[in-house]
């Protein structure tokens, strides 16, 4: 058989990581190394040389995106037979793990996943109910108790309170938390993984079919794994089960949620017989661009060390852009669009990235303006738009009466006149007699209401039981239309003229046809036979029926929890398919694995990036580092940063001083651009600048060298100036402000 399409277009190191036969595999390597190439391509060895089934191998991505991705690349090296693989994240491996065996894992057949926001939802009620003031008690501290304590594989009778009361409440609260979810049928994020890890060690005969079934689990963004992330594998591999990992630490960004970059080091010790393979050449960007990542992460300590060179040619200088304030530096990302795109680039080879999600909003007004198409990844995720989720909490309530998180929602909005009292005593019911919302508010009819308060239960009650034999055997777009329309939804967003009002009402347009893409493509599944991760899940298999065992009862899953499922797991990610030719917007947590010609960092400041918090903390500041080498080591051809000397965030304005990650990169790699467009031949630096001015006409009334104050910044030296006239700007070195380029009109400067 020739396979030499295989292992032809991989180095010496590729090719050796992609044909391993020692048991386990630890691929350690930086950005753009081929990591995520010789993971597709070690997927079609196996199956195509070694002779494995597609059933028989596991890969575990980062989000549902790069799983659709590694999909499509696998599927054009291998074709069709592509099918029978898994491939997913842990959450929604373990997902398709829970549904296929429910009973076994104590759960209602239709339970539902609690996303983030439900799940703080869900306990600042639960707060309430227990008479915790929210002062004391933040749900957001709550919330990242119990998912630090499930992530650490804990339940709470596992938790040491010793003598302390506060860690006792806390325990008291998870404790509350878990019954009130599992009278629901709820499951959390955290939960998906620790129940699979539960079942599969409460049920060995389970734990042995997935044993026997995953001979290859492969994981890529390996750093990136918390500790029950690392047990789970353990588990599933067993004594048999091969594992490849590809990581690399210094990219390893989810510290704070949990990621221990120590599961690399500790890999070799647990799994005997691990090959390392390191990988050294980066293929994805130029020379420039790699040196100056190179330089930026040599400053953290920690690090296991690795070397990234690359063949390719050196490439431009990296552009700084320092913008008078936000506004401008949107429209220079805005106008350096423009320029690509006018020079033959396309609009989907470009990418903006930020640290924080609010910085989003000013370049989207931009490029609207603009007029250049672009899509937000992550952040303002589609499916966590308020008026997307009301409609799925209705058909969730529809599919499960006792999603408590659903009714919260929706039994009063839009409004119909269940006010704060009534829902007060449903609540007081149901946590008096351990039952939902739906059961207590039924209870609460049949007796203590009055009028009013009954006719208004009743009508919500009715509607949902109406809603239900509307959408009965209707296809999943009609199911959509109807219950937007019967649920008032779409009357009370219509009644809002405003532009956000509209906008409502065109997400509810997008998520009908999301619903009916969502469809077309499972009746297209079907009629090609192609095997879903499902119905793989639930193919027959004769050593397991031999057993006596009860693995292949498989629940009738409607295309509506179906679809229910996908919308909380993949909250934002679905968005791929119209995506082709507008520009990506997106955090740098969420670029993580990407690449684009065109990238450009936003916000380059102390303070925001790194981030305040990060700034006292040596190990925080390190992972901020890490943030900032995946987000250049993103870029192939050209990397564009801005910062700007004023900012307006979250309501309050701010005087930012150029982040330390640009200062950590050599001079000789960047250059500067000024507002012109023209471009400076070399970068000034406080100190050192004002050499490149002094062929320059000076109209500034300013020396270079001469100390000036100003009436906001204070004291501080002039480094250079440019322009003339009402467009001249001059560029001070503030003591307690760092260096600004001013308007010299608007700038009254003083002498000193
Ligand atoms: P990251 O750490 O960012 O996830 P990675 O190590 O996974 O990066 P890949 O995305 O697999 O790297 O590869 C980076 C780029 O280099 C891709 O465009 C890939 O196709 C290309 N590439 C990798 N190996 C080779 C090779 N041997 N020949 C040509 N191109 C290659
Ligand atoms: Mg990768």
């Known amino acids: 058989?020739?396979?030499?399409?295989?292992?032809?277009?991989?180095?010496?190191?590729?090719?050796?990581?992609?044909?391993?036969?020692?048991?386990?595999?630890?691929i350690l390597a930086g950005a753009g190394s081929g990591k995520t190439r010789v993971l597709v391509h070690r997927i079609a060895w196996l199956t195509k040389v070694m002779g494995y089934s597609p059933y028989n191998i596991l890969a575990v991505t980062f989000t549902n995106k790069a799983a659709n991705e590694m999909r499509g690349r696998v599927e054009n090296l291998i074709g069709q037979q592509a099918g029978g693989l898994t491939m997913g994240t842990f959450h929604g491996i373990a997902y398709r793990i829970l549904r296929q065996h429910y009973q076994d894992a104590n759960?209602?057949?239709?339970?539902?996943?609690?996303?983030?926001?439900?799940?703080?939802?869900?306990?600042?009620?639960?707060?309430?109910?227990?008479?915790?003031?929210?002062?004391?008690?933040?749900?957001k501290q709550v919330q990242a108790f119990i998912n630090g304590e499930k992530e650490e594989g804990?339940?709470?009778?596992?938790?040491?309170?010793?003598?302390?009361?506060?860690?006792?409440?806390?325990?008291?609260i998870y404790k509350e938390y878990e019954e009130l979810c599992q009278r629901g049928g709820l499951v959390d994020f955290a939960e998906l993984l620790l129940r699979a890890h539960e079942l599969w060690l409460k049920k060995p005969h389970i734990l042995g079919h997935y044993q026997a079934r995953f001979r290859h689990i492969l994981v890529d963004e390996f750093q990136d794994t918390n500790t029950l992330q690392y047990a789970w594998l353990r588990v599933l591999a067993g004594a048999s089960g091969k594992l490849f990992v590809v990581g690399d630490d210094d990219q390893s960004i989810y510290g704070w949620r949990g990621a221990r970059v120590e599961n690399i080091r500790q890999f070799d010790q647990d799994f005997a017989g691990t090959l390392m393979v390191r990988l050294e050449q980066n293929y994805r960007s130029t020379g420039t661009i790699l040196?100056?990542?190179?330089?930026?992460?040599?400053?953290?300590?920690?690090?296991?060390?690795?070397?990234?060179?690359?063949?390719?040619?050196?490439?431009?200088?990296?552009?700084?852009?320092?913008?008078?304030?936000e506004f401008d530096e949107a429209r220079y990302v805005t106008s350096q669009i423009e320029n690509w795109v006018e020079q033959g680039g396309q609009r989907d080879e470009v990418a903006v990235l930020y640290r924080s999600n609010a910085q989003s909003r000013m370049i989207e007004q931009a490029?609207?303006?603009?007029?250049?198409?672009?899509?937000?990844?992550?952040g303002l995720r589609f499916y966590d738009r308020a008026e997307v989720k009301d409609v799925l909490a209705y058909l969730r309530l529809v599919v499960n009466r006792e999603d408590d998180a659903a009714f919260e929602r929706v039994y009063n909005h839009p409004p119909r006149g269940i006010g704060q009292k009534t829902a007060d005593s449903i609540r007081q019911v149901a946590r008096d007699q351990q039952i939902s919302l739906w059961q207590a508010s039924q209870m609460l009819l049949e007796n203590s209401l009055k009028a009013r308060a009954k006719t208004a239960v009743q009508g919500f009650i009715d509607l949902i039981e109406q809603l239900q034999d509307a959408l009965h055997a209707q296809d999943l777009e009609q199911q959509f239309v109807k219950t937007i329309s019967l649920s008032g939804l779409q009357a009370h967003f219509e009644k809002d003229q405003s532009e956000q009002g509209q906008g409502r009402l065109e997400n509810l347009d997008e998520l009908i046809s999301a619903a009916a893409q969502f469809d077309n493509r499972a009746k297209q599944q079907t009629a090609a036979g192609i095997n879903t991760e499902e119905s793989v899940m639930a193919a027959e298999d004769e050593s397991v029926r031999?057993?006596?065992?009860?693995?292949?009862?498989?629940?009738?899953?409607s295309t509506l929890e179906e679809f229910l499922a996908q919308s909380a797991l993949e909250a934002g990610e679905q968005q791929a398919d119209a995506w082709e030719s507008c520009v990506q917007l997106m955090t740098m947590h969420s670029a993580k694995g990407l690449e684009f010609p065109l990238v450009f960092m936003i916000g380059m400041e102390e303070g925001l990036f790194p981030s305040q918090q990060s700034q006292e903390d040596a190990s925080r500041l390190e992972e901020e580092r890490r943030l900032a080498y995946v987000g250049i080591t993103r870029a192939e051809k050209q990397l564009i940063m801005t910062f700007?000397?004023?900012?307006?965030?979250?309501?309050?304005?701010f005087f930012p001083v150029m982040s330390r990650f640009i200062k950590e990169i050599p001079p000789e790699y960047i250059q500067e651009?000024?507002?012109?467009?023209?471009?400076?031949?070399?970068?000034?630096?406080?100190?050192?600048?004002?050499?490149?001015?002094?062929?320059?006409?000076?109209?500034?009334?300013?020396q270079i060298g001469e100390r000036v104050s100003h009436a906001k910044f204070g004291d501080g030296i002039v480094l250079n100036y440019e322009g003339s006239g009402e467009h001249a700007r001059i560029h001070v070195n503030f003591t307690e402000f760092g260096s600004k380029w001013l308007v010299l009109a608007y700038a009254r400067l003083e002498k000193r």
């Open 291 to 325: 040196k100056a990542a190179n330089a930026l992460i040599s400053h953290n300590d920690s690090r296991m060390g690795k070397q990234l060179w690359s063949a390719g040619e050196e490439g431009d200088p990296i552009l700084l852009y320092e913008a008078f304030n």
């Open 644 to 653: 700007a000397q004023r900012r307006r965030l979250h309501g309050s304005e």
């Open 546 to 557: 031999l057993d006596g065992t009860t693995l292949i009862d498989n629940p009738e899953q």
């Open 1 to 26: 058989m020739d396979i030499s399409f295989i292992l032809d277009d991989l180095n010496d190191a590729q090719r050796q990581a992609v044909t391993l036969d020692e048991s386990h595999g630890l």
């Open 107 to 139: 759960l209602p057949n239709n339970f539902q996943i609690l996303d983030a926001d439900d799940q703080k939802r869900v306990l600042k009620r639960l707060l309430k109910a227990m008479e915790l003031d929210e002062a004391q008690w933040p749900v």
């Open 154 to 172: 804990r339940r709470p009778h596992h938790i040491e309170i010793g003598h302390n009361p506060y860690v006792a409440k806390l325990v008291e």
């Open 673 to 702: 651009v000024r507002l012109s467009g023209r471009v400076q031949p070399t970068m000034e630096r406080e100190g050192s600048a004002g050499f490149t001015s002094s062929a320059r006409q000076n109209e500034t009334g300013f």
């Open 367 to 378: 490029l609207m303006q603009a007029q250049i198409p672009y899509r937000v990844y992550g």
